[in-house]
């Protein structure tokens, strides 16, 4: 057997032994679907049924869910799925496990099409394979996981040289444009890079030639251009949380603008600066310790309480690997015709490792609640792939003790999900409304009351009870839409969701809340 049947061979077991774990208690840690799993999957449940979202919408290119606008990828997936097998928190999640692990071919794929050893692919496909945030992430039903799969086999096969399988480049190109598309309407960070990625295919392909790149660069923008208007909803919705559109940092920019005056005010003292210079700040903080590797986001359930998102290994090899890809493009800078030098192939991986990590982390830097673990997902990938990549420029002993401590870090990791993670969960999802609410359902009769001061029971309430579509379009009531444009849900079937336990009408006997660190029914 020759080296590369022995590499693929191995890659293949290391794929096979991640979907594996991956797979262990899937349906039951996380103990309950969160908001956003269990909107994508009542909503798949109606497509599949209906042909319509909770809006009573035929195939709307963008659901709605709580006033939560949704691209259509995930459900879809999910509808086809349920065709097929019965409805489970198991199934929702799976989508999400599939995409975590083509990330162990995709690292494999990339790095043998930019000249690496074999060896060294292998490294990084495993190194793929051991990062928490991609195990974690695996586990739930993230639409954020499937959009990265997708767009990292769209930029793989715009950037590699024509396979045999597809003959001809415009097919190739064609092919990876369609992939792009699929990406772009299963999350919308896909879409929002397009801009940043064409220049990139552009030069990447000779600007001067133009025949090289005009398909690809054309069919990107009709994608592009034709979905943008279309998700204008979403785009507009997500604008909110942005630095652009966020009410609170408006404020603060216009008060730092009037501590000044004069000319400064004019040039240091302009929102402009002021918005750069908090990209900047949320910027530094993606690269931070505190984010990567012992505490995480600001959203509890983007991690395993108290960890980050990589190994330490993966951290401190992965700004190594930065520093010196980005040490040798300023050398290059430095030589006569420098950009004639960096178009050389045995530049591209800094140029690509700098270049696509740049672009990975605008989607995060932009918003008000950064660093932020979905928004960063391709960042996460660059980093590790740039870990990496330092490995191979150190001695071999030291590629072989980084792959071994980052394996062992990953093992201590996923003991720790399956073993303390199920003690966090009570606080952080309200574990057993599930039980709670079948129970109630088959033991009582007439209105419920369901205490919901956040306003997503309901979906969870469908879902659960697997609501019958001709129930849920007769009964849906939603609240009027708040500040940042959610609705949120009132009414569904006989359960009439409150903010206190003293909202409840005289006719509701009987009443769901979460009290005491779990969830109780009153009789009344």
């Not at 290119?61 to 459900?75: A, I, R």
């Not at 990062?131 to 930029?155: C, H, K, N, Q």
């Not at 054309?218 to 009410?247: H, M, R, W």
Request: hydrophobic content about 45%; charged content about 15%; glycine content about 6%.
């Amino acid at each position: 057997m020759n080296l590369k049947k022995i590499s693929v061979t191995i890659v293949l077991f290391v794929v096979l032994l991640s979907f594996g774990i991956r797979l262990v208690q899937l349906g039951s840690l996380p103990q309950i679907l969160n908001r956003d799993e269990a909107a994508l999957a009542y909503n798949a449940l109606l497509l599949t049924d209906t042909g319509k979202d909770e809006w009573g919408r035929s195939w709307p290119l963008v659901l709605e869910s709580f006033g939560d606008y949704k691209l259509p990828g995930y459900p879809i997936l999910l509808a086809g799925l349920f065709q097929i097998f019965e409805p489970s928190d198991l199934l929702v999640r799976i989508p999400s496990v599939v995409a975590s692990v083509s990330l162990i071919l995709l690292a494999y794929a990339f790095t043998q099409v930019a000249g690496w050893r074999r060896q060294w692919s292998l490294i990084a496909a495993l190194s793929i394979a051991s990062t928490p945030v991609f195990f974690f992430y695996a586990r739930i039903g993230f639409e954020a996981m499937v959009g990265l799969a997708l767009l990292l086999t769209a930029l793989l096969l715009l950037y590699a040289p024509v396979q045999t399988f597809f003959r001809k480049r415009f097919v190739q190109d064609l092919v990876a444009v369609l992939f792009w598309l699929t990406a772009a309407i299963t999350y919308n960070t896909p879409l929002l890079l397009i801009p940043f990625f064409v220049p990139v295919i552009i030069v990447g392909r000779k600007a001067k030639n133009w025949k090289n790149w005009i398909v690809p660069v054309l069919a990107i923008s009709l994608v592009f251009g034709g979905l943008l208007s279309p998700q204008s909803n979403l785009t507009t919705q997500k604008s909110s949380i942005t630095l652009f559109g966020d009410e609170t940092h408006r404020e603060l920019a216009n008060t730092r603008y009037n501590s000044y005056t004069g000319l400064i005010q004019k040039t240091w003292g302009n929102q402009y600066v002021y918005l750069v210079t908090e990209m900047f700040k949320n910027a530094v903080a993606e690269f931070s310790p505190q984010f990567l590797l012992t505490r995480g986001g600001p959203h509890p359930l983007h991690q395993l309480p108290g960890n980050g998102h990589l190994t330490l290994t993966l951290y401190l090899f992965g700004i190594l690997g930065y520093m010196y890809a980005l040490g040798k493009v300023i050398g290059v800078l430095k030589k006569t015709k420098p950009l004639k030098h960096l178009q050389k192939k045995e530049y591209q991986t800094e140029i690509l490792l700098l270049v696509t990590t740049s672009i990975s982390l605008a989607p995060a830097v932009v918003t008000v609640d950064a660093p932020h673990a979905t928004r960063s997902l391709l960042f996460f990938f660059c980093m590790v792939l740039a870990s990496v990549y330092a490995a191979t420029k150190l001695k071999k002993n030291i590629g072989v003790l980084f792959i071994v401590v980052t394996v062992l870090l990953f093992a201590q990791y996923v003991n720790e999900y399956f073993t303390e993670y199920p003690n966090h969960q009570p606080g952080l999802l309200q574990v057993g409304y599930q039980e709670v609410i079948q129970s109630v359902d088959a033991s009582t009769e007439g209105p419920v009351a369901v205490v919901d001061p956040d306003g997503y029971q309901y979906i969870l309430t469908a879902w659960y009870l697997r609501m019958d579509p001709d129930t849920f379009f007769t009964t849906n009531i939603k609240q009027l839409p708040n500040q940042i444009g959610f609705r949120y849900g009132q009414q569904v079937g006989r359960y009439h969701f409150i903010g206190q336990l003293n909202d409840r009408s005289e006719e509701e006997k009987t009443v769901v809340t979460w009290d005491g660190g779990k969830w109780q029914v009153y009789q009344y």
